[in-house]
């Protein structure tokens, strides 16, 4: 059957980083995973939030961080200098529950926070 991986989060920023956000997913599409994404149906105030939730096998999980990694590259389109942010929380029944966190331009991995542990049961 294979091993998968739950991945559930969120990227965010202002209505000009969502479109580029728009553009990653449209670029990595697959046709399959890629209709885990949900996007609000219009915008309102000034963050836009796209969601994932999907469990994917765990052979699509460097597919998936490719997109999380370019969406973090994607640059501040304001003064304020605000990147593309975000928190991805990530189990399997193999490995211990991850958060990726999408900041400062890059994915970063760390051990789940112990408050997030009702997720991974």
Do not use: C, K
């Amino acid at each position: 059957m294979g091993v998968y991986v739950s991945i559930r989060g969120w990227p965010e920023g202002d209505a000009q980083q969502l479109a580029a956000v728009r553009r990653v997913i449209a670029d990595h599409s697959d046709g399959h995973y890629s209709d885990g994404w949900g996007f609000p149906a219009r915008h309102f105030n000034w963050t836009s939030y796209v969601f994932y939730g999907g469990d994917v096998r765990v052979s699509a999980v460097d597919w998936f961080m490719d997109q999380l990694r370019a969406m973090a590259a994607i640059p501040a389109s304001d003064e304020d200098g605000d990147g593309v942010r975000g928190l991805f929380v990530v189990n399997s029944e193999v490995a211990a529950q991850v958060e990726w966190q999408v900041r400062d331009g890059s994915v970063t991995v760390r051990p789940a926070e112990a408050g997030l542990a009702y997720l991974a049961e």
